[in-house]
């Protein structure tokens, strides 16, 4: 019986545990999105940081809508750190400038290094900066030398929001309506931008969202959603302060965005059918006018999601883009506290950071389907038949072990039946 205890016990010495679901070779499986930046947080793994906001009267406004559940690999998107309602700098920076933004976040453009946050990936309604969106999705897709013929549909629009000023049936060229949507927020010209990015048809509009969707989850922007492509309120829409720069970033690659957001000036051609006269309309983004080295951006306004704002700045050969949302004008409109959190931003050295924006190459990576299992092997004639019949998953030492057992088994019971033989005899 000792024998038997003896060989069991090497059968189990050779035999490995168990592999975790879906890991190879007993080897625990890394978290989902854990590469590329995109590391779950660790529920109250630390105190949030309350975010420096000055002292104002709580101004008259809508209910803001109930953001959908969130997500804890989301939210910690581009690192661990980003995953908080709350303040998050770098160790030893000075204080970020006290706004009256909700949320807001600054980040370079080109190294993608976030220097600063506050609640990054928290939902808020977009307002116009989601024209961004539109933008990030059209405009390389658009010939800018394309006339368009204006439709009802185009002009269907909330009374009293902002619009450029189109008319049913006049002709405008595509760029004309890039500035019109980027310097004037016009939300007819964002509804013909959508309409033709979707094919020109009564369903182009809505073709376009869908893209704009599509092309949020593509680079990262899990907290967007998008339901009008002008960023009129609607139910369902989102967005986040991280997730406008990843859409900034998008956006300023394109040489056609930097050259109508740089535009101070623009001029709406008059039309013969209807007859309407020509007028000319201006950049309501005030940065370009009063901050040295800006590059443009976005304003934004709703009743529902208050000031939202997106501006960029280069200095120093730094390239940064400041977004925010949830803001009031009062005690600084939405570009001058954008302005003071590029100030804030380019005070910081550089290599500062408290996390990343992610790349579209990353979030492709990192939402791969998991590799096909290995096949099972091929049987090996030339391998005893006892050791091809060991349990699947045993190591190759445990597998000999049995084929061993099964060879001295008849050996070991003459050797039992010979000791009770004795044993019999002596009693």
């Not at 909330?158 to 004309?176: C, D, F, H, M, R």
Request: aromatic share 4%.
């Amino acid at each position: 019986m000792k024998i038997i205890a003896a060989l069991s016990a090497i059968v189990l010495l050779f035999t490995p545990v168990p592999a975790v679901a879906g890991s190879r070779a007993g080897i625990v499986p890394a978290v989902a999105g854990s590469r590329t930046g995109i590391v779950p947080a660790v529920a109250g793994s630390r105190a949030e940081i309350p975010c420096p906001k000055p002292k104002i009267a709580k101004p008259s406004a809508p209910p803001r809508p109930t953001p959908p559940p969130e997500n804890a690999e989301q939210m910690a998107v581009g690192g661990a750190d980003l995953a908080t309602h709350g303040l998050v700098i770098p160790d030893g920076a000075k204080n970020p400038p006290a706004l009256t933004a909700t949320t807001w976040m600054v980040a370079d453009l080109d190294t993608g290094e976030v220097l600063g946050a506050c609640g990054p990936h928290v939902h808020q309604t977009p307002a116009s900066v989601q024209k961004m969106l539109l933008a990030a999705t059209a405009i390389a897709d658009l010939d800018p030398k394309k006339q368009v013929t204006v439709t009802r549909g185009d002009l269907d629009i909330e009374p009293g929001s902002s619009a450029v000023g189109l008319v049913v049936g006049g002709k405008y060229q595509i760029s004309t309506l890039w500035l019109g949507l980027l310097l004037n927020s016009g939300n007819d010209a964002a509804n013909a931008l959508a309409r033709m990015a979707g094919g020109g048809g009564t369903d182009g509009v809505t073709k376009t969202v869908d893209a704009m969707n599509a092309l949020a989850k593509s680079i990262g922007a899990y907290q967007t959603h998008a339901v009008t492509p002008s960023g009129l309120d609607g139910k369902g829409q989102f967005t986040s302060a991280y997730d406008l720069a990843l859409i900034a970033r998008v956006c300023f690659e394109n040489a056609d965005f930097r050259k109508y957001a740089l535009t101070k000036v623009a001029q709406m051609p008059a039309q013969k059918s209807p007859k309407v006269g020509g007028f000319q309309f201006q950049n309501e983004n005030k940065l370009i006018y009063n901050y040295p080295g800006a590059m443009g951006g976005k304003t934004g306004f709703t009743t529902v999601a208050r000031h939202s704002y997106v501006g960029a700045a280069e200095r120093g050969g730094r390239r940064l883009v400041a977004t925010l949302l949830g803001a009031e004008a009062r005690p600084q409109r939405g570009w001058e506290q954008g302005a003071a959190l590029l100030d804030w931003g380019f005070s910081l050295p550089k290599g500062t950071s408290v996390g990343s924006l992610v790349t579209p190459e990353e979030i492709a990576e990192s939402t791969k389907a998991p590799a096909a299992d290995a096949p099972e092997p091929a049987i090996d004639e030339t391998v005893p038949a006892a050791q091809q019949d060991a349990p699947r998953g045993l190591s190759v030492a445990a597998a000999l072990t049995v084929a061993v057992m099964l060879a001295v088994a008849p050996l070991l019971l003459l050797l039992i039946q010979r000791r009770r033989r004795r044993l019999s005899r002596r009693f």
